[in-house]
C-alpha cells in the first residue's frame, strides 16, 4: 500500500487499484465559528483538492466536524464514486453510504477480485459523549493478497481498538488518528488517541505498522508528531512507526 498524508487526518491511500481518500479537509488555514467555540485550523493542504487526480473512495469517519470534513472536502465528495460513513452521515449528506458497525461494503478492484471494507466502532472522546460530539465510525480495509489495514477515525478507545484486533487481526498497518484532540467542551478530555493511548494500541495490534495522522495542524490537536514518535521510542517500539512526510507517497506493509 502506498499512502500520502495530505494534513491533519486526510491521507490518500492507494490499495488493491483503488485510492481511498481518509477525512477530506482541504481549506487553507481559518477559523470557524461555531456555536461556543472557534476552531482553528493552522496548516494547509499539502496537496490540494484539485490536484489529486480521481478518488475512488471517501473513507469519512463523520461529517459533523470541520477537522474532518471542511468546505473544500464537502465539495468533493460529489465527484467520487463512492463515500462510506456512518449511518446518520448518510441521512444528512447525499450518495453516502452508512456503514453500521462491522457492517462491510464491497468493492470491485480492476484485477476482478474485491476490497472489503468493514465499518468498526469508534468513540470520538469519553464514554457517554456521543450526544455531545455524534457518532464516529473507523474502517477495516481487506481483500486477498493485500495486506489488512486499520484505519481509526476520530477514536479515543483503546478497548476498541482491541476489538478491532481480536476481530480482524493480524492487521498489517494501523493508520490510527492520534494528537490528543481536546475542547472546552468536554472539559478537555481527550477526544482521539493521546500518544500514551496509541502505545497501548500498538501492543494490542500485534506487529502491525503502525501510520499516525491527525497530530497537527489544528489549534485543538494537543500532541504533534515528535511527542507521538517520542512516546514509542520511548516504549522501545519506534520501529513500529512510519511518520509521514506531508505530500509524499511512502510505501508501507
Given at each position: 500500500m502506498k499512502i500520502t498524508h495530505i494534513g491533519g487526518p486526510t491521507a490518500v491511500l492507494s490499495l488493491g487499484g483503488l485510492t481511498f481518500l481518509t477525512d477530506p479537509a482541504?481549506?487553507?488555514?481559518?477559523?470557524?465559528?461555531?456555536?461556543?467555540?472557534?476552531?482553528?485550523?493552522?496548516?494547509?493542504?499539502?496537496?490540494?483538492?484539485?490536484?489529486l487526480g480521481p478518488i475512488d473512495v471517501v473513507l469519512l469517519s463523520h461529517d459533523e466536524h470541520k477537522d474532518n470534513l471542511d468546505d473544500a472536502g464537502r465539495a468533493l465528495l460529489p465527484s467520487v464514486p463512492t463515500v462510506l460513513s456512518t449511518p446518520g452521515a448518510a441521512t444528512r449528506i447525499?450518495?453516502?453510504?452508512g456503514l453500521a458497525n462491522w457492517e462491510t461494503s464491497e468493492l470491485p478492484r480492476p484485477d476482478g477480485g474485491v476490497i472489503t471494507v468493514t465499518g468498526v466502532p469508534a468513540l470520538h472522546g469519553p464514554e457517554g459523549t456521543e450526544a455531545v460530539l455524534g457518532v464516529v465510525t473507523g474502517f477495516v480495509l481487506s481483500g486477498?493478497?493485500?495486506?489488512t489495514?486499520?484505519?481509526s477515525g476520530d477514536n479515543a478507545s483503546v478497548d476498541l481498538v482491541k476489538?478491532?484486533?481480536?476481530?480482524?487481526?493480524?492487521?498489517?498497518?494501523?493508520v490510527l488518528f492520534a494528537g490528543g484532540a481536546r475542547t472546552a467542551l468536554l472539559d478537555g478530555a481527550a477526544l482521539t488517541l493521546t500518544s500514551e493511548a496509541a502505545v497501548e494500541a500498538a501492543h494490542l495490534l500485534g506487529s502491525a505498522t503502525i501510520?499516525?495522522?491527525?497530530?497537527?495542524?489544528?489549534?485543538?490537536?494537543t500532541e504533534g508528531p515528535d511527542q507521538f514518535v517520542k512516546a514509542f521510542a520511548d516504549a522501545g517500539l519506534a520501529d513500529r512507526v512510519t511518520l509521514l512526510e506531508h505530500g509524499v507517497a511512502t510505501t508501507v506493509g
Open positions: 482541504f481549506d487553507e488555514p481559518r477559523d470557524y465559528q461555531l456555536p461556543g467555540r472557534v476552531m482553528t485550523k493552522l496548516i494547509g493542504p499539502a496537496i490540494p483538492a484539485a490536484e447525499p450518495g453516502v453510504r486477498e493478497g493485500l495486506p489495514v486499520y484505519v476489538q478491532v484486533a481480536d476481530r480482524f487481526g493480524p492487521i498489517d498497518v494501523a501510520v499516525p495522522v491527525h497530530t497537527e495542524g489544528w489549534a485543538h490537536f
